[in-house]
């Protein structure tokens, strides 16, 4: 690999996960952006990435200079970038490769999703939009149904049961009751979860995330305008691999090639291994997803996730604490928005100004899972 | 919701379940792919996969996906054919009757109307009995 110029987080901005009827598109845009801006001494980025997955839905595409001018950046370079549910994850590592590259110095990275425009059963069809459409969507199969599967296989190989998978909703709600940016922002119990509909057996309701309107920006500046802040974080580490996207073809179904691959580049870049992580996002859209996310990371063994967090691993306080924001499934899934929401709350974490559960870390890891598994980025934060 | 063209593009691998196989590794995959995804060898070859097979795990989608309104709850499955898997419905089985490991066998069904108005038939699965 050639020479990369180190890239810091010089700001971070986000809105409150949630359901905006009052809000557009580029309202919740420009709202994220101009607070990373603000934080990184107003300075003016050169360059856009829009990470976004459904803004055909809401029939708007050519998001960047959308965004871009309601912000005032005419003339700047700009560009949305997609990897389904993934999609923040890689408009960062997108933004870090220009400032990396020295083609850029300042570039600001904004996640947006806006799902609450349309009928909820037009929302479901479009995420199922990173499923196979060919030999998967014909058949009626929703993103839930496709986890579902995983879930029941799951299972099935290693005898883990429901209530232990469950139990994950209970803990993100609870983390996420204290984060003034989650969405779903209430405790539960395991029998609201035990008790709450079936949408796809053996999937509940609360094992699943919600749909979120959203957006979350972070501005990433070169060594030259670190000045920017004083609290700079450093991305130590990103990689990004994909899989693909039927799962009829996978070698395994249990396990996430591309979470586990993804993680050993970021790792190996940042010259640091897992046992270094104190503080952790996972992708969690359903229970199913967090274990497996958890487990081809390497924070577990396979099939021992459930069982590790029932038992009080990842909690606030251990080594590493997961999803202190409460995770897709309490702070909310604002698609191509997540992977920067994670990397926002994490900056925050290592920084020590997270308003919600807060530990004192100085390594930092964040997940971001597209489709089934099939696009995932992993970065490693350093302060 | 699909259109009729995708449904006449895809006819033979969905209906006759073509699957490639690698001529230099071996891994069969469905759908079939360009190069294997285990080696990257070009040389593949297509074959049809069995019609019988088994469940490896399956769903219910009780919540549906637009267009698919009157097949819902529908039974959703990975199935184990040969040396491949692939994901279908399940039908002529009540939901609480299917179960991981049972025997099944393609047959030729009806799905949700495309977007322009077709009626496409599509490989699903039925209980096998014997």
Same mark, same amino acid.
């Given at each position: 690999?050639?020479?990369?110029?180190?890239?810091?987080?010089?700001?971070?901005?986000?809105?409150?996960?949630?359901?905006?009827?009052?809000?557009?598109?580029?309202?919740?845009?420009?709202?994220?952006?101009?607070?990373?801006?603000?934080?990184?001494?107003?300075?003016?980025?050169?360059?856009?990435?829009?990470?976004?997955?459904?803004?055909?839905?809401?029939?708007?595409?050519?998001?960047?200079? *959308? #965004? %871009?001018?309601?912000?005032?950046?005419?003339?700047?370079?700009?560009?949305?970038?997609?990897?389904?549910?993934? =999609?923040?994850?890689?408009?960062?590592?997108?933004? $870090? =490769?220009?400032?990396?590259?020295? *083609?850029?110095?300042?570039?600001?990275?904004?996640?947006?999703?806006?799902?609450?425009?349309?009928?909820?059963?037009?929302?479901?069809?479009?995420?199922? !939009? @990173?499923?196979?459409?060919?030999?998967?969507?014909? $058949?009626?199969?929703?993103?839930?149904?496709?986890?579902?599967?995983?879930?029941?296989?799951?299972?099935?190989?290693? /005898?883990?049961?429901?209530?232990?998978?469950?139990?994950?909703?209970?803990?993100?709600?609870?983390?996420?009751?204290?984060?003034?940016?989650?969405?779903?922002? !209430?405790?539960?119990? +395991?029998?609201?979860?035990?008790?709450?509909?079936?949408?796809?057996?053996?999937?509940?309701?609360?094992?699943?995330?919600?749909?979120?309107?959203?957006?979350?920006?972070?501005?990433?500046?070169?060594?030259?305008?670190?000045?920017?802040?004083?609290?700079?974080?450093?991305? @130590?580490?990103?990689?990004?691999?994909?899989?693909?996207?039927?799962?009829?073809?996978?070698?395994? +179904?249990?396990?996430?090639?591309?979470?586990?691959?993804?993680?050993?580049?970021?790792?190996?870049?940042?010259?640091?291994?897992?046992?270094?992580?104190?503080?952790?996002?996972?992708?969690?859209?359903?229970?199913?997803?967090?274990? *497996?996310?958890?487990?081809?990371?390497?924070?577990?063994?396979? /099939?021992?996730?459930?069982?590790?967090?029932?038992? %009080?691993?990842?909690?606030?306080?251990?080594?590493?604490?997961?999803?202190?924001?409460?995770?897709?499934?309490?702070? /909310?899934?604002?698609?191509?928005?997540?992977?920067? !929401?994670?990397?926002?709350?994490?900056?925050?974490?290592?920084?020590?100004?997270?308003?919600?559960?807060?530990?004192?870390?100085?390594?930092?890891?964040?997940?971001?899972?597209?489709?089934?598994?099939?696009?995932?980025?992993?970065? #490693?934060?350093?302060? | 919701? &699909?259109?009729?063209?995708?449904?006449?593009?895809?006819?033979? &691998?969905?209906?006759?379940?073509?699957?490639?196989?690698?001529?230099?590794?071996? $891994?069969?995959?469905?759908?079939?792919?360009?190069?294997?995804?285990?080696?990257?060898?070009?040389?593949?070859?297509?074959?049809?996969?069995?019609?019988?097979?088994?469940?490896?795990? !399956?769903?219910?989608?009780?919540?549906?996906?637009?267009?698919?309104?009157?097949?819902?709850?529908?039974? #959703?499955?990975?199935?184990?054919?040969?040396?491949?898997?692939?994901?279908?419905?399940?039908?002529?089985?009540?939901?609480?009757?299917?179960? #991981? /490991?049972?025997?099944?066998?393609?047959?030729?069904?009806?799905? @949700?109307?495309?977007?322009?108005?077709?009626?496409?038939?599509?490989?699903?699965?039925?209980?096998?009995?014997?």
């Amino acid at each position: 690999m050639c020479e990369l110029r180190r890239v810091y987080v010089a700001g971070v901005g986000m809105v409150k996960v949630g359901k905006y009827v009052d809000k557009s598109l580029r309202d919740l845009a420009g709202e994220a952006a101009l607070k990373a801006m603000e934080e990184a001494g107003n300075e003016v980025p050169e360059a856009l990435v829009v990470g976004n997955m459904l803004s055909s839905l809401i029939e708007q595409e050519n998001l960047a200079s *959308l #965004i %871009g001018d309601h912000l005032g950046l005419r003339g700047a370079c700009g560009f949305k970038v997609e990897g389904a549910c993934g =999609s923040g994850g890689v408009a960062v590592l997108t933004g $870090y =490769s220009l400032v990396a590259s020295g *083609l850029f110095s300042k570039v600001l990275v904004v996640g947006v999703e806006k799902l609450f425009e349309r009928p909820s059963s037009d929302v479901i069809r479009g995420l199922a !939009y @990173a499923a196979d459409a060919d030999y998967e969507l014909i $058949y009626g199969v929703t993103f839930s149904g496709l986890n579902a599967l995983l879930m029941r296989y799951y299972m099935s190989k290693y /005898g883990v049961k429901y209530e232990e998978l469950a139990y994950w909703s209970v803990l993100m709600h609870k983390n996420g009751s204290r984060n003034p940016y989650a969405q779903l922002r !209430y405790e539960i119990t +395991l029998e609201d979860v035990l008790k709450s509909p079936l949408i796809a057996d053996p999937i509940r309701l609360y094992d699943s995330c919600p749909l979120s309107d959203g957006a979350s920006a972070v501005f990433l500046a070169s060594e030259d305008s670190k000045r920017l802040t004083d609290t700079p974080v450093i991305i @130590a580490g990103i990689g990004n691999s994909i899989d693909s996207v039927d799962l009829t073809s996978r070698l395994e +179904l249990d396990h996430l090639l591309a979470s586990r691959v993804s993680a050993e580049s970021a790792l190996r870049m940042a010259k640091t291994d897992l046992r270094e992580v104190e503080v952790a996002e996972v992708h969690d859209a359903y229970t199913i997803t967090a274990a *497996l996310s958890i487990e081809s990371i390497g924070f577990a063994e396979r /099939g021992k996730a459930p069982k590790a967090w029932s038992e %009080g691993r990842f909690s606030p306080g251990d080594k590493p604490s997961l999803n202190l924001s409460g995770g897709l499934k309490s702070r /909310g899934h604002p698609v191509g928005a997540t992977g920067v !929401y994670q990397l926002a709350e994490v900056v925050m974490q290592l920084r020590g100004d997270f308003p919600g559960v807060s530990v004192p870390a100085e390594v930092g890891l964040t997940q971001n899972i597209g489709g089934a598994g099939s696009n995932v980025t992993t970065i #490693i934060l350093r302060r | 919701m &699909t259109t009729l063209q995708r449904i006449w593009r895809l006819k033979n &691998t969905i209906l006759n379940l073509v699957a490639s196989r690698c001529l230099a590794c071996g $891994y069969v995959t469905y759908p079939p792919k360009m190069r294997c995804p285990v080696c990257g060898s070009r040389e593949l070859r297509e074959e049809r996969l069995p019609r019988e097979g088994e469940v490896l795990s !399956y769903t219910i989608i009780r919540v549906p996906a637009k267009g698919f309104e009157n097949f819902t709850p529908v039974i #959703i499955a990975l199935i184990k054919l040969g040396d491949a898997k692939v994901l279908s419905e399940v039908v002529d089985v009540k939901p609480e009757d299917v179960s #991981i /490991g049972m025997r099944v066998v393609a047959t030729v069904r009806k799905s @949700a109307e495309t977007i322009d108005g077709g009626v496409p038939y599509v490989t699903k699965f039925k209980p096998l009995k014997l």
